[in-house]
């Protein structure tokens, strides 16, 4: 009980000593561990060793044990790569080491010859981790953790030549039959990338980048998937959603394509080259070397100004930009409904004008044709309240779609503006405002028609509170680009906005400033202006100081008001008042 | 010659700028050390002499000196990774990945930082608990309560602040929905009609994040509140806090304390002999305490000198903590998920550990589980010192044998009707399942979260009534209120999954 005791007196100081020791310890483990013992620096030893077994000369040995072991790295700030995998991969220009074991090996091939390094880095090629200087997080192996970007690996390494290379290149066969596989099996009809395709399925155009957490493949297929993809959750889940698209959602509308697995390998790369990156790029390399063929989403918006158009179709081309550009394209794939070339050679000419004319007609009347297109694209088609003399406009335009010249520089063709077929020019910020102001309806439209806050809503902070009535317009910009916006809005194809917007069409300058406002809107939605409080600020402080008067009044109301001795003197005069003894 | 004392002072330099520091001589006699302790600041903040009591150590668990330990380790580390973290929504994840790579041992500070965080927080609540329970809040030390809950705020917030910064998912949705509860009076103003002219939800989110939106703004407003402005008040509120502790009379002690209670406590053999040896210096009176008066002519009683007893135990502790978060900072990194995607929502996205309580309650009803009840439970927690006026022992776990029954009973009881309540929910659903058409007002005036509170409280006042004891009363209702806390924690914590449905299992998570 005494050795307790005397135990017990001197706990604090053994709880010093032991805790002393296993802090030591463990700072000593740590600063070992992560300063010492660095698996680069162990490679880094290894390849000065080699290279002074492989010096020829006496001095030349003596100089290469000044070889320092230090991180290295290369930083592109325009493609924002930081890669430190030459702190690991040191050997990776030494064409010496051809024959060395990773990663003191040299880059096979020839490629550095055309690429050099210091120039694009790394990632820009392979993916990976840049900043990260350990094989597992460098390579962003693994499930648990969450790394962005694994380590690609042939043929998917395929898909990032891409980020660069606008056009097909003969060292990418896979891409190649990806894309081309793309727009065979008609994707386009469901999926958008870009400006470009349907509505009903998930937007592509950053499929590549998809999140860990996201999109990960079921149970059932996670750990087959995963062993098949080198641990690449993203590989993985592409390879699910292509070949067993009703894996996850259950419900979904894709049909399973019967595809070979070398096929599902060529799709999954083209989908893996659809990146923000791939798109940032694009712009940097159009910049640099212009000449490139201009893919075809970028041609809506290339030009700027009013254009004029001349030829034989030019009058059906107005009608069809104004009307139905919102759901077809012509040879560009499907949208919302059919590709639209060369439909005059697959239906009749009767038909394709009640089609136009009254749609809603035709399936009523259960016109077989209809019905089959009804149920292939789902939504229904719905009349513009067009003239015959404009059907048949549109019909020759859609017979003849070349048949048209547009020039940049003339006035406006018949009276209207063209203006929506050159895309709009840079809105001005008085544009933006007033398109601001007709969305929420503190302008009215010129012909009376709802405003669009009233079913609309779009995330800004100049704006509070829309209606959900109908969808949520933030990046419908994004989706759809300034003409199909425009379209819809000069001819609404949805029923309740076209019934709403009956007889109250808006007008030209209404339409190019709400198109402008939703550019602004999905330009600034990550950069929101902070609230503005004006008045209700005022209000705020005024009441918080009163509340302060307020806390200020329930402390003080017990002060002293009188001086100190007060107490003293009114108990003495009180005393003498009181005192009934004798002195 | 002033050339020559010139010189003189020049050859004693370096013996005069010594004394300059140690103006007391080397602590070798306990009047050097008591001397010393009073003309340091630092050290001022404690008394010279301390009741042995104070020493016991299932008395205090030493949890308030562990809590300013973890909050000194993170001031350092904070500073250290303040000088490589660039607060910009655009720097400021890649900043934490360099941290974590290529920083010299950046990965062990950040970890340090994370895990002093986690200990911080156990150890204020764990600290209070025993406060409240020891009857440590009474007659003069109800400010220092006060100081107490300004501290636990701060506590919080700092840590709430700090989760932004790393600008990843789980930071990024962690603080949306907290961001939310803010904005939950909004619930109530939307049914009176009245959010349009008086928003107080929505202000109080737009003054915490600068914009509707997460962004740049909030990321500033976070790292301007946790590196400057919050650290500044629990600077300021913990020195009052621990300098109090010495004005009220060192640590809330028993009138009567048995020698059994004292056992293994250092004893001070020459404290008869303190007032034996007439001092040098005489002692005026200088202040009035509260109190019993001095007594005279006899040493004081079961005191011994803070140096060396109360500053070895203090340093052990704080060893003792470091010694913690050491070694969970070297087997387990602080979390860091993907870079911040407001397009992409984590799925269940959950508050920090220490909010999820709060979360389950506001998946019930915004405006109680997020303003309401946390308004009401603070509130009274801060009002504990002024309801509860009693006189007593103070100093003792749970008071007595009464307090010991009351408080068991309170836990077994707050235990079975929150997991009953937890259970029922799960089970049936609630008003909204059953009636779905129902208006919110009667939602938010009649959810779990306030059938618990309803509860709790006709159970405070049953005791009440029963012991006839404001504080018997208080332990109840608080020991309610910790047990409930523990479990919506965990319960939020482990069942709680996509959509904020209940699994029994992370792995039964659907994926989508």
Known sequence: ?583 | MAVNDYFKNLVNLPRTFVESFIRHGKPTSERARSQTVMSNIFLHIHSTRIHRYTLKKTFTFGLGIMAAASFFILTVTGILLMVYYKPSVDLAYDSIKDIHYVVPSGRFIRNVHRWATNVMIVSVIFHMARVFYTAAYKETRSFNWLMGMGLFVLTLGLSFTGYLLPWDQLAYWAVTICSNIAASPRELTDLLGITHFFDPGGLMKVLLLGSEEIGQDALTRFFWLHCIVLPFFMVMILSVHIWRVRKDGGLARPDHIKDKDLKGIREDENAKHVFENAPQKTYGLMCLVKGKSPVVGKGPENTIPSWPSLFIAEIALFMFTFAIVCVLSYFFDAPLKEIANPTVPENPAKAPWYFLGLQELVSYSAFMGGVGIPTIALLGLALIPYLDREKQTLGRWFDNRTGRRVARHSFLYAAAVTIALLAFTVKFGWLRNWYPDLSQAVIIFINPGTVLLTFFVVWSFHCLYKYDSTRLSAIALFTCFIVSFVILTYFATYHRGPNWHFYWLKSQWPIH
């Open chain 1, 1 to 583: 009980m005494r050795g307790f005791n005397k135990l017990m007196n001197r706990f604090p100081k053994w709880m010093i000593l032991v805790s002393s020791i296993v802090i030591t310890l463990f700072l000593g483990l740590e600063a070992w561990r992560e300063n010492l013992n660095m698996e680069w620096q162990k490679y880094q030893h290894k390849y000065r060793e080699e290279l002074i077994y492989r010096a020829q000369s006496e001095p030349d040995r003596v100089s290469l044990r000044d070889y320092e072991i230090e991180l290295r790295q290369i930083v592109v700030p325009e493609l924002k790569s930081f890669d430190r995998c030459i702190t690991c991969h040191v050997a990776i220009e030494d064409s010496r080491m051809k024959d060395m074991p990773n990663p003191l090996k040299a880059h096979p091939g020839d490629y550095l010859d055309t690429h050099d390094m210091n120039k694009i880095g790394c990632t820009s090629c392979h993916d990976g981790q840049g900043r990260a200087v350990t094989f597992e997080d460098a390579h962003a192996k693994g499930v648990e953790k969450f790394w962005e970007k694994p380590l690609l690996r042939k043929p998917f390494i395929e898909a990032t030549c891409v980020r660069c290379h606008a056009d097909a290149l003969s060292q990418t066969p896979a891409y190649n039959l990806g894309k081309q596989l793309f727009q065979q099996k008609a994707c386009f009809a469901c999926h958008s990338i870009g400006d470009i395709g349907g509505v009903k399925g998930p937007a592509l155009s950053d499929i590549g980048n998809a999140s860990f957490h996201a999109k990960m493949p079921i149970p059932d297929n996670r750990h087959r998937l995963l062993e098949k993809f080198d641990q690449n959750v993203n590989l993985a889940y592409l390879y699910e959603a292509i070949a067993q698209p009703d894996a996850q959602p259950q419900d979904t509308l894709m049909k399973i394509t019967p595809l070979s697995e070398e096929e599902i390998i060529a799709l999954m790369v083209y989908l893996k080259s659809l990146s923000a990156e791939r798109r940032a790029m694009d712009i940097g390399v159009s910049q640099a070397q212009a000449t490139g063929p201009v893919p075809a989403a970028q041609v809506n918006t290339a030009s700027a100004g009013t254009v004029k158009v001349t030829g034989a179709s030019s009058k059906g081309y107005l009608v069809f930009s104004k009307n139905c550009v919102a759901c077809h394209t012509i040879g560009q794939g499907d949208r919302i409904g059919p590709d639209l070339k060369g439909v005059t050679s697959r239906r009749e000419y009767g038909w394709i004008k009640n089609m136009i004319k009254d749609p809603v007609a035709m399936i009523e009347s259960k016109d077989p044709a209809a019905l089959e297109l009804l149920r292939k694209y789902k939504t229904p088609m719905v009349g513009m309240g067009l003239t015959d003399e404009q059907v048949d406009d549109v019909i020759q335009y859609l017979k003849n779609p070349e048949d048209i010249s547009i020039t940049a520089d003339g006035a406006n063709v018949e009276g209207a503006t063209a203006q929506m077929a050159a895309g709009p020019k840079k809105a001005t910020q008085a544009e933006i405002a007033k398109g601001a102001a007709l969305f929420q309806g503190k302008q009215r439209f010129f012909n009376r028609g709802p405003s669009c806050i009233a079913c609309h809503d779009v995330r800004n902070s100049a704006i509070l509170g829309g209606g959900a009535l109908a969808k949520e317009l933030t990046d419908v910009h994004a989706r759809l680009g300034s003409m199909a916006i425009a379209a819809i809005l000069n001819n609404p194809p949805f029923l309740v906005m076209k019934e709403a917007y009956k007889n109250k069409p808006l007008k030209e300058d209404e339409i190019t400033t709400i198109t402008a406002f939703l550019e602004k809107t999905n330009e600034v939605q990550g950069n929101q202006l902070p609230g503005n409080y004006q008045s209700k600020m005022l209000l705020i402080g005024s009441a918080g100081f009163a509340g302060l008067l307020g806390f200020c009044c329930f402390f003080w109301f017990n002060r002293k008001r009188k001086s100190v001795n007060a107490a003293v003197y009114s108990r003495q005069k009180g005393a003498k008042k009181n005192f009934k003894g004798s002195l």
